[in-house]
């Protein structure tokens, strides 16, 4: 029987943009079975009209969200995590149930991110559907290559297995939890094959509203690859080069830093969460006392 797939959006603070996204998933070739729309508050959907989209409400914090979004979704095969600001080609649900057909060992799909405002000032809609229209599919689009990690942004996950091995995502990562997204597919991969795929294609638009401050985001930089590592979901040989890296560019980039990023917040963060790692007293949770 064909799989029943639902995709899940958790969402804060951006309804203007998650309006955009909900109405490029009607563009999908294969229609999802299920759209599950997580938020916090009622402003979070304000003014979104979109039939046949189901909204959930859970506590802030992105895995609280996502985790209602597991829950919700029982009568499906397949999950789709998107994020409220990623835009799909219009192929790529299809090539994500063609992949997991033709792979039972599956058990997370990651797509080809063309593009990611994330890494930089960030891309407008209009931006983001340009560059998916101009962007030519691959030669072979069930091409697939096994991979590290699911990305939060677009990663497709097998439920049975979920549901079976008892996986949750990490509430103790608060917020939009920096490394959540690799922690879960890196637990559920023990169980199976973890996958990029060349032709599940999408613009991640990298919005900068509803993001937390840069002091926040640079002590998680810091902690939660310690804690993950702790926990045995993220080995040393990435944790640590993570941490490094961040606070390195950080530490630079303070002087000459770009209008989209607060580096000297963010490398003030870096070292409360050094400060914190060397007194014994670091937890991903302190991030809320910032």
Known sequence: MPA????????????????????????????PDRILVCHV???????????????LTAPAGLPRQRNAILDAATDCDLLLFLDDDFLPAPDYLAVVEAVFAARPDAVVTDGTVIADGAKGPGLTVAEGRAILTTNAPPGDPLAHAPHFNGYGCNMAVRLAVVRAEGLRFD???????????????????????????????????????????????????VVNPVYLARKGSFPWSHALPSLLRHCAMNAARSFWPEPHADRFGR????????????????????????
Request: proline residues 4%; glycine residues 14%; positive net charge.
């Open 171 to 221: 509430e103790a990562l608060p917020l939009y939890a920096w490394y959540e997204d690799i922690d879960f597919t890196r637990r559920l991969g023990r169980h199976g094959a973890i996958l990029r795929l060349a032709g599940a294609r999408g613009v991640h638009l990298g919005v900068k509203s509803g993001r937390v401050p840069g002091r926040r985001l640079g002590y998680s930089q």
């Open 267 to 290: 490398f003030r963060g870096n070292l409360l969460g050094l400060w914190d790692l060397l007194r014994g007293r670091a937890s991903p949770g302190r991030v809320l006392e910032l």
């Open 4 to 31: 029943r797939i639902a995709i899940g959006i958790a969402t804060r603070g951006r309804a203007a943009i998650l309006a955009e996204v909900l109405a490029e998933l009607h563009r999908q070739h294969r229609a």
């Open 41 to 55: 508050g009622p402003e979070d959907v304000a003014g979104i009209a979109a039939p046949g989209v189901e909204f």
